[in-house]
């Protein structure tokens, strides 16, 4: 099932996503003592913040401690390199929350030890991270790039068809760095629901291809075609032409 959630401003869209996560922490924490969600890199960190913390109503219903933060992709550069995903999360949401003296969520991400600058222990890094991952996650928080990315799956890859290992690597990333690893389907299809955050005019194209014409192909579309429930939480430019959900988030 999918559905898409169109609101005016970033900070609807924030807010809505804030919701959408708690509703689905709730949900987590009923059966089990962690919720465990993945973030992608992108805009992603700055929303988070922007309705999970800015907002207080939402700050206050947030069980941090229970989190376990895994990465839907992550580029094989050091945690504090500027293109880290991990680096984006940690300024953009563990600093604030830091500040904010609260018990921190457990974050898993890649081993920065294993990194060599020629990518020879990238296999090594990425079966490394497959073992730290939960059995399923409660919920993966997805970027759509304007070629229809998402993770680090890009359009007519091969990893498109990964079906074995649940976390792969790539040198050839068409967009830099080259070098990441990323979940792959079975990761995505095993989990219990997922959620795409897309914003402003320049993703309007993209978004009606994947909605509107038949077989892109392309892997926001497959995710739109798999097992698990998909929300699209966007705003109003974004969504020119592609039908909306009545809103209820
Ligand atoms: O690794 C990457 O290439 C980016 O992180 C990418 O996957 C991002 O998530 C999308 O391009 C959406 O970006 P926005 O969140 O900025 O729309």
Redesign the pocket.
Known sequence: MVSVHSYADSQDVADAVARYVIQNQNAALEKSNKFRIAI?????GKVLNKGLIANKKNFSNVKWSKWEVYFS?E?LVPLDHEDS?YGLFNEMVLKSLREHNVELPEVFTIDESLLAADGSTDDKIASDYENKLPEALDLIL?????DG????LFPGHKLLSEKSRRIAYLQDSP?PPPR?VTFTFPVLFNSKNIAF???GAG?APVLSQIFEEKDSGLPCELVNKGPVPVSWFVNDPAVQGVPVTPTKY
């Open positions: 992608s890199g992108g805009s992603l992709d580029r995903n997805l970027g759509c790039g304007p990315h998402t993770c680090s967009k990441r955050v897309a914003e993703k």
